[in-house]
């Protein structure tokens, strides 16, 4: 196979996999009950992985328990479905840990079925390996993926993209049938339905920590504009605690009693946004089997959370702006407006100011959504805040893993203290329960830093992972030649040549992927 066959065969196989996340994204994001979970597990996405069994494990209300909310053989499902098994063990635990699909041999699985796991209750002759995946979409209620194989899979990139695609539909699809399940059977409204499930997460647990003076100043702005119902915008680094400060204002206001509902923007499929905040009407669109609930009404009366509003579409931050504006929304396929009283907060890591300059955020939207701004300072701009947040996480943590009464040392205080905190709080956090597993005794010593290095690193594996449109792949590819050629394109020496294509299908191609001389020339 020459190098342009197999360039075209990999943009094939991408475009292929594309349009399968798509497909089976919409199929999962419409499910609100468990049969009709089973067609498109047993279908399409059984065809794509080609595993033997899938099994869904679901936290129950404590968090501390899981219990097998799907499995595809009913037979297992029937003898498992009344069982409750620790989060703590092995496959939960290790699963939840990782943003990646975790994968446990055969040596691993035997292991396991003389423990408390519900591995212990499903027969496992003939299966030779099992992937797990966290599927989190509400910070309540985390569930995790398991799938068992009979033949060694040795997952590739392609199955590893997919799984991590479908990991928000899926979580999406457990939260839609939970919540009809609890609608038929607790005759209970959607909005009071959601603020049950996210009855742990609208409870007052923690305040914000720290006394240093940036830390004062918030709770004083917090405390000024909680009583109103006046939209947030809070700004800051990721890590450094947004999310947490939306929750002050949530519990300090009128609403306390409401659900605040999240919906964090970067996180879900450019083509589910719509239908996520707005809902849809049945039979609206392809797919749309049942009527869906929005976000914007689940939260009617109470508070809407708009985590990472930065990344929000051009397209959604016009319907947004209209719904902010009208106060009222119209679910796709609807014919009529649903009138809303929603109070907005929504936070970013990113300089909306640039974003605005370079065309990417709306102003009018930014001054809409601006009317009450929130600066939440880096970790490394507020370290007389590290004491009490070390001794607020060493709590935690001593507690989550029996370790009762650890402490630091004072050089593995320092060494704390003189940390930059690129990742602030959750950075911090992190640390101290890495450091609290690995300390053999009452005493932390030394301190588990992640390098800078590492994390960049990890960081630009993970940026190595994103899914590009196909013609973007292809135009970067074509340029990247062109300019390997010095901008010829035919003769012994240009790129046609290179790509061993004829220079008029080249010139062809530019012409429809938009490149053009001021690309590639200097």
């Known amino acids: ?59 129950d209300s404590s968090e501390k328990q899981y219990y097998l909310f799907y499995h595809n053989d009913q037979k297992i499902f029937r003898a498992t479905e009344r069982k409750l098994y620790d989060t703590q063990d092995d496959l939960f635990n290790i699963a939840m840990q990782s943003a990646d699909p975790v994968v446990f041999d055969n040596v ?22 099992m992937a797990a995946i966290p599927l989190q979409y509400h910070k309540n209620n985390p569930s995790v ?27 999406l699809a457990v939260s839609n049938i939970l919540i009809k399940h609890k609608i038929e059977n607790g005759n209970v409204s959607s909005q009071k339905l959601f603020q049950s499930i996210d009855e742990s997460q609208n409870q007052k647990t923690t305040e ?77 669109f392809t797919g749309a089997i049942e009527k869906r609930i929005g976000k914007f009404e689940l939260a009617n009366n109470g508070t809407l959370f708009l985590d990472e509003i930065g990344d929000l579409p051009l397209e959604m931050q016009t319907k947004l702006l209209r719904a902010l504006q009208e106060k009222e929304i119209e679910r796709i396929g609807g014919k009529k407006a649903i009138k809303i009283n929603v109070r907005i907060i929504a936070a970013t890591n990113r300089d909306l100011q640039v974003e605005m300059a370079e ?21 490394r701009n507020r370290k007389d805040d590290i004491v009490d947040l070390c001794s607020y996480f060493l709590n935690k943590y001593a ?7 650890i402490t630091l040392s004072a050089n593995a205080l320092k060494a704390i203290q003189n940390h930059s905190w690129p990742g602030n709080i959750r950075e911090l956090e992190n640390c101290i329960e890495r450091s609290i597993l690995l ?65 008029t299908t080249l010139v062809s191609k530019m012409k429809k992927l938009g490149i053009k001389k001021e690309h590639f020339s200097e």
């Open 399 to 405: 507690q989550n893993t029996n370790k009762k009464n």
């Open 1 to 59: 196979m020459d190098k342009t066959e197999a360039i075209l065969k990999s943009i094939q196989e991408r475009e292929k996999e594309h349009h399968l996340l798509l497909s089976l994204s919409s199929s999962f994001v419409n499910v609100s009950a468990y049969n009709e979970l089973s067609p498109i597990v047993n279908g399409q996405l059984k065809e794509a992985l080609s595993f033997d069994y899938f099994a869904i494990g679901t936290t």
């Open 359 to 379: 065309g990417r955020f709306r102003k009018d939207l930014f001054y809409r959504l601006n009317i009450f701004p929130i600066m939440i300072p880096p970790l």
């Open 208 to 284: 914000i920590i720290g006394e240093s003076v940036q830390i004062k100043k918030i709770k004083t702005l917090i405390g000024q504009v909680a009583p109103s119902d006046s939209g947030v915008l809070i700004l800051g680094e990721s890590g450094t605690g947004k999310e947490v400060v939306a929750r002050e204002i949530h519990y300090n206001s009128s609403r306390r009693n409401q659900p605040m509902i999240k919906v964090n923007c970067a996180a879900i499929p450019v083509n589910l946004i719509e239908s996520e905040l707005f809902g849809h009407e049945k039979g609206s």
């Open 439 to 503: 300390s053999e005794g009452a005493m932390i010593n030394d301190v588990s830093f992640l390098s800078e290095s590492e994390q960049i690193l990890a960081l630009n594996n993970f940026n190595a992972f994103q899914v590009k449109p196909l013609k973007e792949i292809e135009k970067e590819y074509i340029l990247k030649i062109i300019k390997i050629c010095n901008g010829r394109i035919s003769g012994p020496n240009g790129a046609a040549v290179k790509l061993e294509i004829p220079s």
């Open 145 to 171: 993926l398991f799938l068992f194989f009979k033949k060694t899979q040795n997952l590739d990139r392609n199955a590893i993209r997919l799984l991590k695609g479908l990991s928000m539909p899926l979580a």
């Open 108 to 129: 691993f699985l035997n292991k396991k079925t003389k423990s408390d796991s519900f591995i212990a209750n499903i027969n496992l002759q003939g299966i030779r390996e």
